[in-house]
């Protein structure tokens, strides 16, 4: 890798050493396993995890072109949460009522399984599990958070689930501006990322797996994954490459690759967190549509990122790219406007990194068995506790297994490929730049709109 991975996040550079590296042996030569796994992120590695655990037999190979951790499981914003990005609607209507509760509930207990799973692993990942609170700064937002509560009602989801604040008791956990309500969930606990899946690394070769980085996949196959330093055959095969997909020959329309940037503060001091409060470390955003995602590290810095940087013509993925000075200005003009405290507090990191968007924004796990060819992904930027359960899921689908998580709705799932160039960049960008404007258009016409509905010109069908 031509940089230092230790620039890649503050979560890389705030690793322990012993975590950091060093680097693993690249492939030395053509070999057989039983199962090759490509990418050596949370969906590799909780993939390698899981099956090693059950069946310790198996040969497992983890296939990496970087260093393990290099990917979003390395950069992201912490939020080990039970958010899936396809609505229970959406999910009704592939399977049943009955099925879409049932992926909601195992995502509920997936943030607690993550946290044990860690625990069990060894690995210390700071997790909290202070839920999330999605505050509700105009009086269109907390129309929208009422109406977002009802829904889940309908849906049977009870208080302990989500609840509605008022203004009061927002305010009690999140000191920002303008707060008229929230909307409260206890699904979400905030994590150090790279010490998650820098740990799960070293966790999986206790299991007898072996990684291999520096070792880039050019091709997948039936029975074969092509790598610069020679074949892996392997009897299954789980492709876990997240927004790199777009870049495997075969899969260039199947993942468009969206960045997402973050920016982390100085440690802040106690008269601040007085003020801003999250004092259980829980996980905040907004009602705005332009996603924002925010959380109170370990060592009391505030870690706050967003969408918004432009998606690269014919999916380019490009360091460069990770690197916007335009939204890191906007980043931090968002937090002010929240946080009028932090003025005059230094910002000490910015990154930022690709995320995975299937075309109809509905991730999915799953093996072909006529290939023996599986996939985990299309997270669309919630992955870090899903890619949990899809390596879970994956364990059991790569052994044959029937078991409750692999009758779940996104099993084997298959998204539409997004369209050719130049009409995928058109789509996406106009996506992107709509969610943005429609936050204005919602506080000048005081009518909430819905996501799905500002989505709907270029996600068409599922
Ligand atoms: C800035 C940012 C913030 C985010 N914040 C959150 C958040 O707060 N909460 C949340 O739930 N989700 C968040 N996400 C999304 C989440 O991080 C991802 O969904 C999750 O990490 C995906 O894990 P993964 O293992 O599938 O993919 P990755 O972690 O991206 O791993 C893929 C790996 O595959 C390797 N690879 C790719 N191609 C090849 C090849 N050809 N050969 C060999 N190796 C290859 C890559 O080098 C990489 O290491 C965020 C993402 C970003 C970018």
């Known amino acids: 890798m031509s940089t230092n991975p230790r620039r890649l996040s503050f979560w890389w550079e705030s690793l322990p050493d012993e975590l950091a590296g060093p680097a693993r042996p690249a492939l030395p030569g053509p070999t057989s396993v039983?199962?090759?796994?490509?990418?050596?992120?949370?969906?590799?590695?909780?993939?390698?995890?899981?099956?090693?655990?059950a069946d310790p037999s198996l040969s497992i190979v983890v296939l990496e072109s970087?260093?393990?951790?290099?990917?979003?499981?390395?950069?992201?914003?912490?939020?080990?949460?039970?958010?899936?990005?396809?609505?229970?609607?959406?999910?009704?209507?592939?399977?049943?009522?009955?099925?879409?509760?049932?992926?909601?509930?195992?995502?509920?207990?997936?943030?607690?399984?993550?946290?044990?799973?860690?625990?069990?692993?060894?690995?210390?990942?700071?997790?909290?599990?202070?839920?999330?609170?999605?505050?509700?700064?105009?009086?269109?937002?907390?129309e929208r958070a009422k109406q977002e509560i009802e829904h889940l009602r309908s849906w049977g989801f009870g208080p302990e689930d989500h609840v509605l604040l008022d203004a009061a008791e927002a305010r009690e956990r999140l000191g920002a501006t303008d707060v008229l309500g929230a909307t409260y969930t206890p699904h979400c606990a905030a994590?150090?990322?790279?010490?998650?899946?820098?740990?799960?690394?070293?966790?999986?070769?206790?299991?007898?797996?072996?990684?291999?980085?520096?070792?880039?996949?050019?091709?997948?196959?039936?029975?074969?994954?092509?790598?610069?330093?020679?074949?892996?055959?392997?009897?299954?095969?789980?492709?876990?490459?997240?927004?790199?997909?777009?870049?495997?020959?075969?899969?260039?329309?199947?993942?468009?690759?969206?960045?997402?940037l973050v920016l982390a503060t100085e440690p802040l001091p106690r008269d601040v967190w007085d003020v801003i409060g999250l004092d259980r470390r829980e996980t905040f955003n907004d009602q705005r549509h332009l996603i924002i995602y925010g959380q109170r590290t370990a060592d009391d810095r505030l870690v706050f990122g967003g969408r918004g940087a432009p998606y690269h013509l014919g999916s380019r993925i490009k360091p460069e790219f990770d690197r916007d000075p335009s939204v890191y200005a906007e980043l931090w003009r968002v937090l002010?406007?929240?946080?009028?405290?932090?003025?005059?507090?230094?910002?000490?990191?910015?990154?930022?990194?690709?995320?995975?968007?299937?075309?109809?924004?509905?991730?999915?796990?799953?093996?072909?068995?006529?290939?023996?060819?599986?996939?985990?992904?299309?997270?669309?930027?919630?992955?870090?506790?899903s890619s949990n359960l899809a390596g879970r899921t994956l364990a059991d689908l790569v052994r044959g297994a029937q078991t409750p998580l692999t009758a779940l709705p996104w099993v084997?799932?298959?998204?539409?490929?997004?369209?050719?160039?130049?009409?995928?960049?058109?789509?996406?960008?106009?996506?992107?730049?709509t969610m943005g404007s429609a936050d204005g258009a919602e506080d000048r016409s005081g009518k909430p709109a819905k996501r799905a509905e500002l989505l709907a010109p270029f996600l068409g069908g599922h």
Request: a neutral charge; charged letters at 20%.
């Open 191 to 260: 994590i150090h990322p790279a010490r998650l899946v820098r740990g799960l690394a070293l966790a999986v070769e206790r299991l007898g797996v072996t990684i291999h980085e520096g070792t880039r996949v050019t091709r997948i196959e039936p029975g074969v994954v092509r790598t610069e330093l020679g074949d892996v055959r392997a009897r299954r095969i789980v492709r876990a490459t997240e927004a790199w997909t777009s870049q495997l020959p075969g899969y260039e329309r199947d993942i468009a690759p969206v960045y997402s």
């Open 412 to 433: 084997n799932h298959r998204s539409r490929r997004w369209e050719p160039e130049p009409l995928r960049w058109l789509g996406v960008n106009v996506g992107l730049r």
């Open 34 to 53: 039983d199962v090759a796994i490509v990418g050596a992120g949370y969906t590799g590695l909780w993939t390698a995890y899981y099956l090693a655990q």
């Open 66 to 142: 970087e260093t393990a951790g290099f990917g979003a499981s390395g950069r992201n914003g912490g939020w080990a949460s039970a958010l899936f990005p396809t609505s229970l609607d959406t999910i009704a209507v592939v399977s049943n009522r009955e099925s879409a509760i049932a992926l909601q509930r195992e995502m509920f207990r997936t943030v607690d399984e993550l946290g044990r799973a860690a625990d069990e692993a060894g690995i210390d990942a700071q997790f909290a599990k202070g839920g999330t609170i999605c505050a509700a700064r105009t009086p269109v937002q907390l």
């Open 336 to 385: 002010l406007e929240l946080f009028p405290v932090l003025e005059g507090r230094q910002v000490t990191h910015t990154w930022g990194g690709p995320l995975g968007i299937p075309r109809d924004w509905f991730p999915s796990v799953g093996i072909d068995p006529a290939t023996g060819i599986g996939w985990g992904g299309g997270y669309v930027g919630d992955g870090v506790a």
